[in-house]
């Protein structure tokens, strides 16, 4: 796979913020693996939609790669957290929690990088903040967890963290400035 290839789709991710959102080093090895496999469909989408925006694209993506993770995620939610438990009781907590399926791993890097792009986009909060707690939901029944509220604000702070990039890649417009547009055009 090229430089180039790759570029394109971590590129767009990095304009939305992923050069600084913070991940744990599970999700960091993940998203390693997954621009590799991803940044030729990225490619594709974008050599097929010359029109549109790179960012919508990438949400269309990432939407997409969301709702499969989730599937798989929601599939696989008691096995994993019966495996849990298991290792609980054998091992028990702290070794326990050592322990996690690529699948949760996954639903929270996507859902992070969606979240992210969804910030970056200014798109509505409220509907963010219901797919963060749906996910939340799901990641907390799999890892047997009732922190859904700790997960649904850890899973937020990437809609946050894209919200932030975003203002700081806009340049500000002086009040003065904004004073004078208005009076001018109700002249």
């Known amino acids: 796979m090229t430089d180039s290839i790759m570029s394109k789709l971590k590129q767009q991710l990095e304009i939305a ?4 959102l913070h991940l744990s080093d599970k999700e ?3 998203f390693a693996r997954a621009i590799e496999e991803k940044a030729a469909v990225f490619e594709e989408i974008c050599l097929n939609s010359p029109e549109k925006k790179p960012k919508l694209l990438l949400l269309g ?3 997409k790669l969301q709702i499969e993770a989730t599937a798989r ?3 696989q939610a008691d096995k994993i957290g019966l495996m849990q438990n298991i290792f609980s009781d054998t091992l028990g907590q702290s070794q326990a929690d050592k322990f996690s399926a690529d699948s949760v791993i996954e639903l929270s890097l996507i859902t992070k990088l969606w979240l992210m792009v969804q ?3 200014n798109m509505d909060f409220s509907l963010a903040n219901d797919y963060a707690l749906n996910a939340a939901t799901l990641l907390a029944k799999a890892l047997h967890s009732h922190d859904v509220d700790e ?3 850890e899973l937020l702070a990437s809609y946050y ?3 932030h990039k975003r203002k700081g890649d806009e340049p500000s417009i002086l009040w003065s400035n ?4 208005w009076f001018t055009k109700s002249h």
């Open 28 to 30: 960091t090895l993940l």
């Open 119 to 121: 910030g970056y986009l």
């Open 178 to 181: 904004k004073i004078i547009s």
């Open 17 to 20: 913020g992923l050069d600084t």
């Open 61 to 63: 993506l990432l939407t």
């Open 151 to 153: 997960i649904r604000t």
């Open 73 to 75: 995620l929601d599939a």
């Open 161 to 163: 963290h894209g919200k």
